[in-house]
């Protein structure tokens, strides 16, 4: 027999635009307190690279800390450089006339940095410049250590190559003389104080077969998009040992995995806001959760975006975590095992959080094909719609207040008391549940109790 679905309202998608802070507080009603958070890039000591090249020419740098290799204005090989002054970095490029590329490289620096990199950084690259790096080994210890960076429309290519970071030493067993402070927001759910990798301002950053790892916060990062920015990885090994995620994608953020290895201590990815992750042929395992969706200081329509294909995936807890914003997760032929359910919607508890006020949003989607997974899909956010697209798919779990969504080619197993709404045209046969469990599902014909397949019950209304 076929139930009628009933037609699902969704709100239109609305082209994403940047809001200054002073525009979230206008529109979440709150009153501005004036400037938080860290300082912004350049402010603090002044910080001198070992080999800094700018507009395409070297200029003076901290030789002091330079212990071989051939440097040139275009190119350097073999470089050693080693430093224990957090004010002194490796190797800088700036300058749109600057294309430099730097060849069997080892760096080491320690002591605290700044900010997000740039100079400080053990490889960085700003305004408009170029910077490639192969078969090159950065290691830096310390307070916002940043081991590569990309900043000001720049580009960064990694070949061949390890680059970590380990920041500070932090949590129970860190010595007394640790440093205190410098950690992740809360709502991270991380510890550490350190990136490895973070790019920023309209740049884009490419790692080709490297291994890219970190003691905590964040290997892969990115920040102040500026509207756009864009890092890739491919063949990459990218690991957070004692806490941290493995990627992050702030507003206006792309990120793209190809053939990777992700073994992270927490997530796979964080996605905050309008902004995307894709992986494509990896591995993924994960401390908690494949993915943590959120959005702070921002509109209510954001839209994050996760991406996966032919991937084998392994998560401590949920795999899609979503904190009060709406997402579109698509999984095609993808081998998932969770610790906990497939995804979870909540409202965001966080202070800085998006906030709806009763306005209308684009909702939560997920999005299965031709694969088969077992977990359940807990809808629990009050402020947004969701709904679940099964093509070709078969689901194994719980469904709690979401729309269902499949086609001919598509199977549901409910394994313990479920709600849905059909939004299609489905057959009974199609949806099964064992003796004991109950499916309360709203449709627009075939109003009835039907007994299942497998002893389970059915109650359409």
Same mark, same amino acid.
């Given at each position: ?20 802070? #002073?525009? #979230? ?104 410049? &170029?910077?490639?790096? &192969? ?81 905590? #916060?964040?290997?892969?990062?990115? !920040? ?9 990885? +491919? ?13 992050? %994608?702030?507003?206006?953020?792309? !990120? ?22 894709? #992986? ?60 906990? %359910? ?9 202070? +800085? ?10 909702? !939560? ?63 009974? %046969? ?32």
């Amino acid at each position: 027999m076929k139930l009628t679905g009933k037609e699902l309202k969704i709100t239109p998608r609305v082209p994403y635009e940047p809001i200054e802070p #002073w525009e #979230w507080f206008q529109e979440n009603g709150i009153e501005d307190k004036g400037p938080g958070g860290p300082p912004p890039m350049g402010d603090g000591p002044k910080m001198v690279p070992t080999v800094y090249i700018k507009d395409g020419k070297r200029v003076e740098g901290n030789d002091a800390s330079l212990y071989g290799g051939v440097v040139g204005d275009t190119e350097a090989a073999d470089l050693r450089i080693v430093s224990y002054d957090g004010a002194v970095g490796g190797v800088y490029a700036e300058g749109a006339g600057t294309d430099y590329t730097v060849e069997g490289a080892v760096i080491s620096l320690s002591g605290d940095g700044q900010g997000l990199g740039e100079k400080s950084a053990g490889a960085g690259v700003s305004d408009h410049a &170029k910077l490639t790096l &192969k078969d090159c080994l950065i290691d830096t210890w310390g307070l916002s250590r940043t081991s590569t960076s990309a900043s000001g429309g720049s580009v960064l290519k990694v070949y061949d190559s390890i680059i970590t970071s380990h920041g500070a030493p932090y949590g129970e067993d860190a010595p007394d003389w640790a440093p205190k402070g410098q950690t992740p927001p809360a709502p991270l759910e991380i510890r550490g104080n350190n990136r490895t990798h973070c790019t920023v301002q309209n740049s884009y950053s490419y790692f080709y077969n490297s291994l890219i790892t970190c003691d905590g #916060w964040a290997a892969l990062s990115t !920040d102040a998009s500026a509207g756009f920015v864009y890092l890739e990885a +491919n063949d990459c090994k990218v690991v957070s040992t004692k806490s941290g995620y493995g990627a992050y %994608a702030d507003w206006g953020c792309h !990120d793209v995995f190809n053939d990777c290895k992700f073994d992270v201590a927490c997530q796979g990815a964080i996605i905050a806001g309008e902004a995307s992750v894709k #992986w494509t042929g990896s591995e993924i395992n994960c401390g908690t959760y494949l993915a943590l969706m959120h959005c702070v200081m921002g509109r209510h329509t954001e839209v994050g975006e996760l991406t996966l294909t032919d991937c084998d995936v392994k998560t401590g807890k949920t795999a899609m975590e979503v904190h009060g914003q709406n997402v579109i997760v698509k999984m095609e032929n993808c081998s998932v095992k969770t610790g906990g %359910a497939l995804m979870r919607t909540c409202k965001n508890a966080d202070p +800085n959080a998006a906030r709806v006020n009763g306005r209308p949003t684009p909702g !939560d989607e997920l999005h299965l094909k031709e694969m088969s997974v077992t977990g359940d899909i807990l809808h629990e956010d009050p402020e947004r719609d969701c709904r679940v697209y099964l093509t070709s798919a078969c689901l194994t779990g719980r469904i709690e207040n979401a729309a269902l969504v499949m086609d001919q080619g598509s199977r549901w197993y409910a394994t313990a008391d479920s709600s849905v709404v059909l939004g299609c045209d489905v057959e009974i %046969a199609q949806i099964d549940a064992p003796a004991g469990v109950v499916i309360q599902a709203a449709a627009a014909e075939g109003q009835g109790e039907y007994e299942l397949l497998s002893g389970g019950k059915l109650i359409v209304k």
